[in-house]
Structure formats: C-alpha cells, structure tokens
C-alpha cells in the first residue's frame, strides 16, 4: 500500500516586507518630528568697562517709553506721544527715516516698566531698521 | 554537454529590517528632548524674532510673586544661575544665553540679569519671544 501521508512542513512566516514597515516607520517619525525651535530677538550687552561712546544730541532718536505711554523726540521729527507701543509700532513704520544721518535710537526706560512692553518698542525699533541701539534704566 | 540552468542573482534582503530597526532605535536613543521646565511664562509676543539653535543656556525668570528662575529645568536663585552660565561658558566657545522672561516682569529684573551677566562676560543674550511655528513654551 502506498502511504499517502504528506510530509508536514513547517509553516513560515513571511519576514519580506519586515524591511518595508520598519523603513516606513522611519520615514514617519522622521517626517513628523517636530523640532524645538525658539525664537528671539538677539541683543549684544556692552562691555562692563566699556567707555561710551559720544554722539550728537540731535542725531539720536530718542524714545522714552513710562508705563504704557511711548514718547519720541528727535529734532527732525520732534516731538510726538503715542498711547501704547502698538501705536508706538504703527506710527514708526510710517515715518522717513531713512535721511537720519546715524540710525541711532536711545531706550529710556524705568525699572517698574513691564519687560513685554520693553521688548515691543526694542523689537519695532530693530525691525525698522536702527543699527545701534542704547538701552537707559532711568534711576 | 551538461548545460546548468543560470540562476537570476539575487541580493539578500533579509537583514535589511534588522538594519532598519538599528536606526530606529539608535536615534531614539541618541535624540535628546529639549525641555522647558514647567512654570507658567507669558512670553511676549512680538513680531523680528529669530529662530535659534546655537549651543545655550536657558534662564526662565517667571512673574509670579516668588519671582521664581530656573535655570534649563532647575530651580534657582538668580546669582545661582549665573554662575552655571559662567561654569559653562568655560567649556562652550560661541556661547549665548537665552532668557525667557514674563511680559508682565519688571524690566528692572531683567535688567538685573542683564548687569550680572555682563559681570561675567556674557554678552551674547537672546530674549526669548512667542514662536509663531508653535512649540515653545505654554501659555497661560
């Protein structure tokens, strides 16, 4: 008699696309991660010896900046109030200064100012374009 | 004449999932997770900030009563973290510090962190605003 029997054979499990997964998981997380990026705006503190540096009075533009309230003066422009720094920001924009002999601006500020508002009227100041900028915490 | 039947090459493919699972789990082991320490910071939010990835110290001065600072994600006092910033920059060329102050803080307490650091001879210094890309700190 012929034995029918078949011979069992061990299952396999497939490990083909094993490569295609892990490459895909890959390819997601690399995609997908999101890098910590932070932003701010960058300042070069001065010398503790430093000497200042003397410039013309009429040159600077000078901004005092008291609680919310902004006040500019300069001799081309003269004086002007502004309510809050986002007014401060808009009306900047706004103005020529691109005749200004030294760009040139001068922060007075006091200790009680907040540091948000602060950092406003440093960050129109920059962003209009104002090479040098001297920050004064008024006593 | 014997004549063998040629053989299509084929090229192994069966460790490339061990190599794939290699780089996975290597860069999960070698990404470091930058994280902010957990004190609620308003930041400012205003407009011409850049975006940062130098080698860093991260100094967090918060606006709450206990005027508390945090230096990376340990609590300290501010002339604490001063001197980490000054132990680091020993072994760090090219060093800038990042500060995280609230809007609401008195610009005179940023102001004082800006005087000791000039003391020491940091005067690479990044004021740290609200990303517009997300990420960051929380807000309140």
Known sequence: MISLKKKTQI???????????AFLLLVFFMVTAVFFVKEGLNVQLPRKQASPTKVERAHVFE?????????????AIGRKEYSSPKEFRNELNKMEIANMP????????SHETKYGNMLDVLS????????KISVRKKK | MIRRKRQAPNVPVSSMADIAFLLIVFFMVTSVLDTD???PILLPDVPGGEQLNKKIANIYLSADKNKTVYYNTMRMTLPEAISHVRA???TTPDFKVLIHADKDLSYGE?????????EIGALKV????????GGGLNNK
């Open chain 1, 11 to 21: 299952e396999e499990v497939s490990a083909a696309s094993m490569s295609d997964i």
């Open chain 1, 63 to 75: 901004i005092v900046l008291t609680g919310d309230k902004v006040t500019i003066s300069n001799q």
């Open chain 1, 102 to 109: 030294i760009k040139l601006a001068l922060i007075k500020t």
């Open chain 1, 124 to 131: 129109s100041v920059q962003l209009r374009g104002f090479e």
């Open chain 2, 37 to 39: 320490p957990d004190i």
């Open chain 2, 88 to 90: 680091k920059m020993a």
């Open chain 2, 110 to 118: 940023v102001d004082n962190a800006f005087e000791m650091l000039k």
């Open chain 2, 126 to 133: 990044s004021l740290i605003t609200q990303t517009t890309q």
